[in-house]
């Protein structure tokens, strides 16, 4: 989220990170209940604390892509 700027459609957070849509929406609710970032608009993340992304990106210079695994049984 950070890489993108201040605030985007949640879908483009999604793209960014190479998933789904509805595989952010957990993360993103529980961020919103942390009240870490709000929903200014239907579909769109932002982060509450003005120049939080700045900052991330200052702590973590390069975007490192999910890579999802599969469970074991």
């Given at each position: ?13 999604a ?59």
């Open positions: 989220m950070a890489e993108l700027g201040p605030g985007h459609p949640t879908g483009r957070i793209e960014t990170l190479g998933v789904g849509t509805p595989a952010v929406a957990t993360v993103r609710q529980r961020l919103i209940k942390k009240g870490m970032v709000w929903s200014p608009r239907h579909g769109e993340t932002a982060f509450t604390v003005p120049l939080f992304d700045a900052f991330m990106r200052r702590q973590m210079p390069a975007l490192v892509p999910h890579v999802p695994q599969r469970r074991s049984h």
